[in-house]
């Protein structure tokens, strides 16, 4: 089955031109960490937090198990033995099986058409995700049979995660238990550590300061959306811009080349990322009264 994959990413590959690749480079940046920390803090400090908690738990758990499976798959990727060339190859990170950045956009974007419930949304939404996928094969990251099930995958968890965080009363229950299901997990992969886990980690860490972060926000500086619409846009921006420096700033601080401790910094660093985000700069709009 491998090599009938490999042919037709070999197929892909001899029809690409400048042209393509920047179309598919475009296509695939939809599904990567960047556009989500736009998405999500904009729904957070502009339109709704209740809204962005649910796109934020629900994506962050659909890629908590899209890394269990890959790392005990450990599928390597169509590139690592040279008969497919990768563009990008920097974001092609982990093990190949299931696709990460096809699960986590039919995901969130599944998500935000249940919500909003509208045929023309589901279509756009259906094109998006065929289109994501198809660029991860024509960019040379993944397999057919990975975008497939990175697909199948994201929208079964947004529909059925859906439901169940509308079910669910207590919403920190929900950060709690997945924290408890993905816990035995990271102790097993810092036994055992591979540079290639980093994801996994990363995920981990996001939902531990996220959970955290809402009850201070909660208890400490509720956030109001009854302020102006230059308000909002103040905490956007400075929400992007403190995102985008603290990412970058933690991932030098944090630096190291021993594996077991690389993972064990990831979890860390995202983990502040997000307790910053969440709660951090809450309080902050408040001193700042926006």
């Avoid at 986590?104 to 996928?133: D, G, H, P, Y």
């Avoid at 198809?134 to 975008?147: E, I």
């Avoid at 408890?180 to 540079?195: G, H, Q, R, Y």
């Avoid at 601080?253 to 077991?260: P, S």
Wanted: charged share 15%.
């Amino acid at each position: 089955m491998i090599d009938y994959q490999i042919e037709f990413l070999r197929l892909l590959e001899g029809i690409r031109t400048e042209f393509l690749i920047r179309l598919f480079e475009g296509i695939t940046m939809l599904a990567e960490e960047t556009l989500m920390i736009f998405a999500v803090v904009t729904l957070w400090f502009a339109v709704d937090k209740k809204i962005a908690q649910k796109l934020f738990f629900v994506t962050a758990f659909s890629l908590g198990v899209n890394g269990i499976i890959k790392n005990f798959v450990k599928m390597p990727r169509p590139f690592a033995d040279g008969k497919v060339s990768c563009v990008r190859e920097y974001t092609a990170t982990g093990y190949s099986f299931p696709s990460g950045h096809t699960q986590n956009f039919a995901t969130w974007s599944t998500l935000i058409a249940i919500k909003i419930k509208k045929l023309s949304v589901w279509i756009v939404t259906v094109v998006l995700i065929l289109s994501v996928a198809f660029s991860r094969m024509f960019l040379g990251a993944h397999y057919p049979m990975d975008v497939i099930a990175g697909a199948i995958l994201g929208v079964l968890f947004a529909v059925i995660g859906n439901s169940i965080y509308e079910k669910t009363a207590d919403k920190n229950k929900l950060f709690l238990r997945a924290l408890a299901i993905f816990t035995p997990f990271i102790l097993w992969f810092v036994i055992f550590p591979n540079a290639l886990y980093a994801d996994f980690f990363k995920v981990y860490g996001m939902i531990a300061g996220t959970c955290l972060g809402i009850n201070f926000e909660e208890k400490y500086a509720p956030l109001s959306y009854n302020v102006p619409i230059f308000k909002k846009v103040i905490r956007v921006v400075l929400g992007i811009i403190i995102a985008l420096l603290f990412k970058s700033g933690l991932k030098t601080l944090f630096a190291t080349d021993i594996v077991r401790l690389g993972l064990i910094f990831d979890a860390v660093r995202y983990f502040i990322l997000l307790f910053i985000m969440v709660g951090l700069c809450s309080l902050m709009f408040k001193k700042m009264k926006i």
